[in-house]
């Protein structure tokens, strides 16, 4: 087995993938561009199949604490509210799933994380920007702006939709913009009216746009997402500033709960959707994709981070169960594309559902709407319901999707 391995990019895919190969006995150093890990990005959902993975990292506890358990998930109509689907969450995670369903701030993750890393012995370098890797060699090193890292048994491209780890693999290639732009912000609960905010994840389905809340932080933040069909704006940075007054006038004559969460809104945020065709191999020798470099998400099925937590999972006992790196980077890749690549698709079309577009997705919200709530997480088995620590990594065992 490996004993060592560089990773580009310090976030949630690639520390999740350094505590894994940490806690296999490998030693892990990551390299990070940033000058220092600080608090960026809002809220985000963890699903059971990514808590299952939390536990087996040991930091399901500390995402809990600081967490929120939504009561449920609901779609409501933009000017009527009248329910499409109510999905109880809270319970029926726990129940269906065998683990909870988790919002949570970036920050407050990517904080667990780290901690647990370098608890572990993880090596953790910012302001080391990645631009390629040395794979000529025995062992394989970063390209760094100063030189090479130390070489490494084995790299992962953990650095995101702009990855130049993939684009040295398989060329410079443009991801997709998908015609659609998102607004992010959080608003303090305290200075909200009581009983504004549902204690669930709610998406407010309208035409050619979409606006979903919840909480984090204990229920001290409320969390919104905004996303609109537009083709001028084009910027993939999170941290573009937004104007509150715009995002106002993009829901004008929607329900009085949505304007009133954006007349509170004092600061927000404004980034343009990519998304990204499934990619002919994720690895390279002894150099291997995660995450959003080889798979980006879209954030309507919420499993950006949990497909980077599977992704880690998999990767590291992959790793351990097999007897040469190369035959453990295929089975990684045996057993997470069809998966990643299936609920990319999910989450594109469910664009379209949020968006009423077409008699198809409004005929799905129709349909939504006539489930039992107890039946109402059915479709979503698949899913949530899938346990990536109880998938074989092994040699003679199929991809489960």
């Not at 690639?14 to 505590?19: D, I």
């Not at 709407?369 to 698949?382: E, G, I, M, V």
Request: hydrophobic letters at 45%; aromatic letters at 8%.
């Amino acid at each position: 087995m490996i004993t060592t391995a560089n990773i580009a990019g310090a976030g949630l895919g690639g520390l999740a993938s350094a505590l894994a190969l940490s806690k296999i006995g490998v030693r892990v150093s990551v390299f990070e561009q940033a000058l220092a890990l600080t608090e960026v990005g809002a809220g985000i959902q963890l699903s059971p199949n990514a808590m299952h993975v939390a536990r087996w990292l040991g930091i399901d506890d500390q995402i809990i604490r600081v967490g929120f358990e939504p009561e449920a998930a609901l779609i409501r109509d933009y000017r009527t509210g009248k329910r499409y689907m109510n999905a109880p969450l809270a319970d029926m995670c726990q129940r269906r799933y065998g683990a909870p369903y988790i919002h949570i701030h970036r920050a407050d993750l990517l904080m667990i994380l780290t901690e647990a890393a370098v608890k572990a012995g993880v090596v953790i370098e910012t302001g080391a920007d990645v631009q390629g890797y040395d794979a000529s060699r025995d062992r394989a090193a970063f390209l760094l702006g100063e030189g090479l890292s130390a070489d490494a048994d084995l790299l992962i491209g953990a650095d995101g939709l702009g990855s130049k780890v993939r684009e040295q693999m398989l060329g410079a290639e443009a991801p997709e913009f998908t015609g659609q732009v998102a607004w992010r912000g959080l608003i303090p609960a305290h200075i909200l009216p009581d009983g504004l905010v549902a204690p669930g994840a709610t998406v407010w389905a309208g035409p050619g746009r979409h606006f979903v809340t919840y909480y984090v932080r204990g229920g001290d933040l409320v969390n919104i997402v905004a996303v609109e069909e537009r083709a001028d704006w084009r910027d993939e940075s999170w941290t573009h500033p937004g104007d509150p007054a715009a995002l106002r006038t993009v829901f004008d004559g929607w329900h009085p709960d949505v304007t009133t969460l954006i007349d509170h809104l004092d600061q927000c945020f404004l980034w343009a959707l990519f998304g990204r065709k499934p990619l002919p191999t994720w690895s390279d020798g002894p150099v291997a994709l995660l995450g959003d470099a080889c798979h980006p998400m879209l954030p309507f099925m919420a499993q950006g981070a949990a497909m980077a937590f599977e992704d880690a999972f998999v990767l590291a006992k992959c790793v351990e169960a097999n007897p040469s790196l190369t035959s453990a980077l295929q089975r990684y890749e045996d057993l997470r594309k069809p998966r990643a690549t299936k609920i990319q698709a999910k989450a594109r079309a469910n664009a379209d559902l949020f968006h009423m577009n077409g008699l198809r997705a409004k005929a799905s919200l129709h349909a939504a709407s006539l489930l039992p709530a107890r039946t109402a997480l059915a479709p979503l088995d698949w899913i949530y319901g899938f346990d990536p620590t109880q998938q074989p990594t092994g040699a003679g065992w199929r991809s489960v999707t």
